[in-house]
T-cell receptor, first 112, second 113 residues
Framework: GNSVTQTEGPVTLSEEAFLTINCTYT??????LFWYVQYPGEGLQLLLK?????DKGSNKGFEATYRKETTSFHLEKGSVQVSDSAVYFC???????????FGKGTLLTVNP | KAGVTQTPRYLIKTRGQQVTLSCSPI?????VSWYQQTPGQGLQFLFE???????NKGNFPGRFSGRQFSNSRSEMNVSTLELGDSALYLC????????????FGSGTQLSVL
């Protein structure tokens, strides 16, 4: 079945540091890939997505590129802010049933 | 437009009881998915409904069930609660049949004592 593996947290950075959260996946066919973010006390929100190989998703300074050859979709941001502190989930949607499979989430804390 | 609304926000039950959680999707959304979130297991898929039909089901025991009404509102029911059912239950809706983008509610925090 489909599965997603991402950086095990927690990840703690100083403001303006570079962020990478790794995400690799296992799926048959050509899945769509997503990053969702969960702020404290809230539900998840879609951060960015990519639907085919070599696509780059971007939003709010975050980027991720769909790499089929390495089955990866790593999340990056050049300069994190305190307000980026949240839990980040990598997810894939594969097959014909449109079900999303999520990774376990990575807690990011950014200190001033 | 109002977001996805889940009620109640918090719930405390004892072992053996049953519970019903409610989810009102964004107006016009016909797909509703349910997830269980725990610190150890992360987000685990429970089931998905589209136009009142269960389209997908996760690997949970039969004690977990759900339904969707004609107005797209959805409920999930857990019978004979166990301590391990303590979790945040998240509902998500989508405006497409392909779940291109999910909109999540804030969840119902269930504690089983």
């Amino acid at each position: 079945g489909n599965s997603v593996t991402q950086t095990e947290g927690p990840v703690t950075l100083s403001e303006e540091a570079f962020l990478t959260i790794n995400c690799t996946y296992t799926a048959t066919g050509y899945p769509s890939l997503f990053w969702y973010v969960q702020y404290p006390g809230e539900g998840l929100q879609l951060l960015l997505k990519a639907t085919k190989a070599d696509d780059k998703g971007s939003n709010k300074g975050f980027e991720a590129t769909y790499r089929k050859e390495t089955t990866s979709f790593h999340l990056e941001k050049g300069s994190v802010q305190v307000s980026d502190s949240a839990v980040y989930f990598c997810a894939l949607r594969g097959g014909s049933n449109y079900k999303l499979t999520f990774g376990k989430g990575t807690l990011l804390t950014v200190n001033p | 437009k109002a977001g996805v609304t889940q009620t109640p926000r918090y719930l405390i039950k004892t072992r053996g009881q049953q519970v019903t959680l409610s989810c009102s999707p964004i107006s016009g959304h016909r797909s509703v998915s349910w997830y269980q979130q725990t610190p150890g297991q992360g987000l685990q898929f429970l089931f998905e409904y589209f136009s009142e039909t269960q389209r997908n089901k996760g690997n949970f025991p039969g004690r977990f069930s759900g339904r969707q009404f004609s107005n797209s509102r959805s409920e999930m029911n857990v019978s004979t609660l166990e301590l391990g059912d303590s979790a945040l239950y998240l509902c998500a809706s989508s405006d497409t049949s392909t779940n291109e983008k999910l909109f999540f509610g804030s969840g119902t925090q269930l504690s089983v004592l």
